[in-house]
């Protein structure tokens, strides 16, 4: 599976203590496609042709105070704003808390070639994690505006109740979620870790109609290793597998409709460098 790749011209730095992104997007190509697209066409919008301007800033770091601010502007398409902040703090030698906040806004801007008409939404949410050595327990809380959904045209949502098959952030959504991390590295067996969680969907509806579109709930299972982080030969370092399953269930109007999948990622990283260049001496 090959990602989403982007034809752009990007500047990054650092300024004390904040690091900036700033560039143009001008194309990408859609996961497993075997061409590149311009901006507005990814985003929907056939006949218009227009690139993306895009910029961030991000303070600090998730193991003391964090912060991060994003926005992204395709023009007559779509605008988009990403914010969160996180701040850890411990509550004794053994256990720490991690508190988490988001807020994104979204909307048509200019001609609004995208639908024809004007439209914006918003999402927020919270999440909590209690850290106990290798357990970490964990629950989130996301609310998506009535108006419109929120639209990811070039990646995956950012929301923290985002799952492996459904984000839940349809209009009106509202999610609510449940799960538990653990490291098995005080067992002997560094690199290995198991996630589960549970999210409950409810409120969605329709934008164009009201009507309300189907609860959903999902049930996430993954185990992931990490070679890097064994005793291991060299050559087996770059390997990450992953293997991730899902169970999704979907109620609406006294029906029940039931989706499993499942998945497995093997990655390994292939460095090429040129030959070094001898140094005569002297």
């Known amino acids: 599976?090959?990602?989403?790749?982007?034809?752009?011209?990007?500047?990054?730095?650092?300024?004390?203590?904040?690091?900036?992104?700033?560039?143009?997007?001008?194309?990408?190509?859609?996961?497993?496609?075997?061409?590149f697209v311009n901006m507005a066409q990814q985003a929907g919008a056939p006949n218009v042709d227009a690139g993306m301007w895009l910029a961030t800033v991000k303070y600090g770091s998730l193991e003391t105070f964090g912060a991060r601010t994003s926005l992204y502007h395709v023009p007559d398409i779509l605008t988009s704003?990403?914010?969160?902040?996180?701040?850890?703090?411990?509550?004794?030698?053994?256990?720490?808390?991690?508190?988490?906040?988001q807020a994104m806004a979204?909307?048509?801007?200019?001609?609004?070639?995208?639908?024809?008409?004007?439209?914006?939404?918003?999402a927020a949410g919270g999440r909590i994690n209690v850290?106990?050595?290798?357990?970490?327990?964990?629950?989130a809380y996301t609310q998506t505006g009535s108006a419109a959904a929120y639209r990811t045209p070039y990646g995956v949502w950012l929301g923290f109740t985002s799952q492996q098959v459904k984000?839940?952030?349809?209009?009106?959504?509202?999610?609510?979620?449940?799960?538990?991390?653990?490291?098995?590295?005080?067992?002997g067996?560094?690199?290995?870790?198991?996630?589960?969680?549970?999210?409950?969907?409810?409120?969605?509806?329709?934008?164009?109609?009201?009507?309300?579109?189907?609860?959903?709930?999902?049930?996430d299972f993954e185990l992931a290793f990490r070679a890097d982080l064994q005793s291991?030969?060299?050559?087996?370092?770059p390997l990450q597998l992953r293997a991730r399953a899902a169970?999704?269930?979907?109620?609406?109007?006294?029906?029940l409709s039931s989706i499993n999948e499942y998945r497995l990622y093997f990655n390994y990283e292939l460095t090429f460098s040129g030959a070094k260049r001898l140094q005569r001496q002297p």
Do not use: C, H
């Open 1 to 35: 599976m090959i990602p989403n790749t982007f034809e752009a011209y990007a500047l990054r730095g650092r300024v004390s203590a904040a690091e900036y992104f700033a560039g143009y997007v001008a194309a990408i190509k859609p996961r497993d496609q075997s061409s």
């Open 81 to 101: 704003n990403y914010n969160d902040v996180a701040v850890t703090f411990p509550i004794s030698d053994q256990v720490r808390i991690r508190l988490l906040g």
């Open 106 to 122: 979204q909307g048509s801007n200019g001609a609004n070639q995208l639908t024809g008409a004007p439209f914006s939404t918003f």
């Open 131 to 139: 850290i106990y050595g290798p357990l970490s327990v964990f629950g």
């Open 167 to 187: 984000d839940f952030n349809r209009a009106g959504e509202r999610a609510v979620q449940a799960g538990a991390a653990f490291d098995f590295r005080d067992f």
């Open 189 to 219: 067996w560094r690199g290995l870790l198991f996630v589960g969680s549970a999210t409950f969907g409810d409120r969605a509806i329709d934008a164009a109609t009201g009507q309300p579109l189907a609860n959903t709930n999902e049930y």
């Open 232 to 237: 291991a030969p060299d050559w087996l370092k």
């Open 247 to 255: 169970i999704v269930d979907q109620f609406l109007a006294g029906t």
